[in-house]
Nanobody, 115 residues
Framework: QVQLVESGGGLVQPGGSLRLSCAAS????????MRWHRQAPGKERELIAG????????NYHDSVKGRFTISRDNAKNTVYLQMNNLKPEDTAVYYC????????WGQGTQVTVSS
């Protein structure tokens, strides 16, 4: 059974930091590109970060470049998203996604940035 379980979301003040985790099981994690997406209220889901299977290549949406860092630990079947200098416009549900032979999604974790 494939599972992607996100954690680490919550309420944070502007300028604060959060670290999201996504624990994967049920597929060969090291073969998959891993991505983080987010969906804000009333908006479409958007891709914000991706990391290659071996972790050597990353890419980011312009809105998070320099503030967010995606990384992965293939020994732990986990992908992370370190989010620094958070802004109110980062408020969204954040989803983990595995892409290769198949496409898998987590259930999402809420991030709220507010004072």
């Amino acid at each position: 059974q494939v599972q992607l379980v996100e954690s680490g979301g919550g309420l944070v003040q502007p300028g604060g930091s959060l670290r999201l985790s996504c624990a994967a099981s049920g597929f060969v994690f090291k073969y998959y590109v891993m991505r983080w997406h987010r969906q804000a209220p009333g908006k479409e889901r958007e891709l914000i970060a991706g990391v290659s299977p071996a972790g050597g290549s990353t890419n980011y949406h312009d809105s998070v470049k320099g503030r967010f860092t995606i990384s992965r630990d293939n020994a732990k079947n986990t992908v992370y998203l370190q989010m620094n200098n958070l802004k109110p416009e980062d408020t969204a549900v954040y989803y983990c996604n595995a892409a290769a032979y198949n496409d898998y999604w987590g259930q999402g974790t809420q991030v709220t940035v507010s004072s």
